[in-house]
């Protein structure tokens, strides 16, 4: 499969969502506007993004650290390549994501 096969599957799958999203939203708060109440309720119900932001930060660490002995075990092992690059992705994406529980739980009390 090509590249153009690739991004027209992604964009297909991608824009949809979007556009349901952005849908949802707008009714959402349509719906407060007629009801005469403010903004503030939507920006009260959200949770601090500077937590999500370390959240995702993390897990990019981990999954690039995850790829990156991925690649030492493809190259100096017998291990196949699909297994060795899955295999720590996955186990360094998990560890990065209890990191972050174990730092927000920390942050917490």
């Keep these: 499969m090509d590249i153009e096969g690739v991004v027209a599957i992604i964009s297909v799958f991608g824009i949809i969502p979007l556009c349901i999203f952005l849908v949802h939203r707008h009714r959402e708060r349509k719906a407060l506007i007629e009801k005469g109440l403010s ?6 119900a959200t949770k601090d993004r500077t937590q999500e932001s ?3 930060g993390i897990l990019a660490i981990g999954l690039a650290i995850g790829i990156l002995i991925g690649n030492i075990l493809d190259e100096y092992t017998r291990m196949s ?20 529980y174990s730092l927000a739980k920390k942050d917490k009390e």
């Design 81 to 100: 390549e699909g297994v060795s690059y899955f295999s720590m992705i996955f186990l360094f994406g998990g560890l990065a994501l209890l990191t972050f």
């Design 39 to 44: 903004a503030e309720i939507l920006a009260t």
């Design 54 to 56: 370390l959240k995702y």
